[in-house]
């Protein structure tokens, strides 16, 4: 493998997506990564763990998701670029590190490649049933981004932008894989080093006591510091001021929740990230994200060989969601197709979105597989009846 001074492979290379995912967070600059082995997100922390150490990082395997999620973040306040990764029941056991990593606005990304669940499940078989765990499934209210990526390519690519976009932002970022694109093995083109756009955390410039770790400016997003270098610095998952230090009352609840979920608000149009096809006079739109959408694909294909005005819009960034978009085409079309591996999750939210008379059909799967193409198009044909 050639890799260049800073540790990036480049080239082509024929790999899985998790080990694309991996060539990804090392492109990003993440040197630090915490986690506990669980199928099928493993590989992931495999590769990292032989390929970080060339590069002066470091990975931890340590004694439970618990762990793992809490560790990332003392090294990201020590100032590295950070990951962990797990799937399923390792999610749920990391929920409260989501909420305590959104509060105290710490940038880290969390990488699931879904699996079957709930439960145990099927640990070998796919899935999209975390959507709304991730978006929901820590307490109280907080920012959110997740991206899902349906290749390789896309792994690579799509977790250097996870990491800009946490650093960015200074919230933990979802990575929204599943077991088909993680042990999927497709060609990869990973570009030099010098070509490939990485964001850097906002350090402060004040000294000393001038700091404070929770002091924003327009942009909503306080400027960070490393443990050590002189700054005073308090960080607690208790309500907090601008030093974060506990204030624990009603008005300072408002005032920080209001900067936390703003932060993520004011860049919504932004941050919405989608590919459209054939959408624009589309009687019937399809609604897809990560696999599910290579084979929404096929389907819509399928249907315009049979005369269907059909679009397909697919969801690179799934949360913050892009209602926006959903609802202008909601005053055109006559259905929207949402087929995903669960049994009906991200479909409630283009409901909420949908203010009009267009009809919304679910496509539930329960997982274990990915849907038949068919199945799809038998849908798309009788919404466009």
């Keep these: 493998m050639k890799a260049d001074p800073k540790g990036v492979l480049t080239g082509i290379h024929f790999i899985d997506g998790d080990q694309a995912a991996c060539e990804g967070a090392l492109a990003a600059g993440c040197r630090f990564a915490a986690g506990y082995p669980i199928t099928p997100s493993t590989e992931v922390v495999e590769r990292f763990a032989g390929r970080v150490p060339l590069v002066g990082g470091v990975f931890i395997q340590l004694e439970d998701e618990l762990a793992s999620s809490i560790a990332i973040q003392g090294a990201a306040w020590a100032g590295k670029k950070v990951m962990t990764v797990t799937s399923g029941p390792g999610l749920s056991l990391m929920m409260e590190h989501v909420g305590f990593a959104a509060f105290t606005e710490t940038p880290c990304v969390f990488v699931d490649v879904q699996r079957g669940g709930p439960s145990t499940g099927l640990p070998t078989a796919p899935a ?32 250097i932008e996870a990491f800009n976009l946490a650093e960015e932002y200074r919230v933990p970022v979802f990575f929204m894989m599943d077991e088909v694109v993680g ?19 906002k350090w402060t410039d004040k000294k000393g006591k001038d700091y404070l770790p929770y002091e924003a400016d327009e942009s909503l997003v306080p400027a960070m510091t490393k443990a050590g270098d002189g700054h005073r610095i308090h960080i607690t998952g208790l309500t907090h001021d601008e030093r974060g230090y506990p204030v624990m009352n009603a008005s300072t609840q408002d005032k920080l929740l209001k900067r936390l979920l703003g932060k993520i608000e004011i860049n919504r149009d932004k941050l919405v990230d989608i590919r459209e096809d054939g959408v624009e006079g589309a009687d019937v739109v399809v609604v897809s ?21 059909v679009g397909h819009l697919r969801m690179i960034i799934t949360w913050p969601f892009p209602s926006k978009r959903i609802k ?21 939210e283009v409901e909420r979105a949908v203010v009009s008379d267009a009809e919304v059909i679910s496509i539930p799967h329960a997982g274990g597989t990915v849907h038949e193409p068919e199945v799809i198009l038998e849908k798309i044909m009788e919404a466009a009846r």
């Design 183 to 201: 042990h999927m093995i497709e060609r990869v083109e990973i570009p030099e080093a010098s070509e490939i756009e990485v964001t850097e955390r």
């Design 328 to 348: 202008e085409l909601a005053q055109t079309v006559k259905a929207f197709i949402v087929p995903e591996l669960n049994m009906g999750q991200m479909v409630i």
């Design 128 to 159: 999209q049933a975390d959507m709304m765990q991730v978006r929901w499934g820590s307490h109280g209210d907080y920012p959110m981004i997740a991206l899902s990526p349906n290749s390789p390519q896309e792994c690579f690519d799509l977790m």
């Design 289 to 309: 994200f990560g696999i599910t959408s290579r084979v929404a694909g096929a389907a819509v294909e399928m249907a315009r060989a049979n005369g269907v005005k």
